[in-house]
């Protein structure tokens, strides 16, 4: 099994910026693909950002240039910097762990980002 934990969530301002942390625990192999992914009130979850264990990233183009995803793999911790972040930014954000041929997924339990003036 796997555990993910998010942190980093929180309230900011239109225009300000947010980090977020996931650390991952567990039976974890050593390629796998981590990411971010978020859901807005009545809205469905969708894809934010994924990044593969050999760091190639995967920006959904309503984030690209403003968020920036890592990872530290001797951690297992994958990141997620928020830049100019607007209020339709406004979601819970799931980190997610993706691994093995069955392409088993893991979720953590969410951390909600708030962006308002």
């Known amino acids: 099994q796997v555990q993910l934990v998010e942190s980093g969530g929180g309230l900011v301002q239109p225009g300000g910026s947010l980090r977020l942390s996931c650390a991952a625990s567990?039976?974890?192999?050593?390629?796998?693909?981590m990411g971010w992914y978020r859901q807005a009130p009545g809205k469905e979850r969708e894809l934010v950002a994924t990044?593969?264990?050999?760091?190639?990233?995967n920006y959904a183009d309503s984030v690209k240039g403003r968020f920036t995803i890592s990872r530290d793999n001797a951690k297992n911790t994958v990141y997620l910097q928020m830049n100019s972040l607007k209020p339709e930014d406004t979601a819970v954000y799931y980190c997610?762990?993706?691994?093995?041929?069955?392409?088993?997924?893991?979720w953590g339990k969410g951390t909600l980002v708030t962006v308002s003036s």
């Open positions: 990044i593969t264990s050999a760091d190639m990233p």
């Open positions: 997610n762990l993706r691994q093995g041929y069955r392409r088993t997924t893991y």
């Open positions: 567990g039976s974890i192999f050593s390629s796998n693909t």
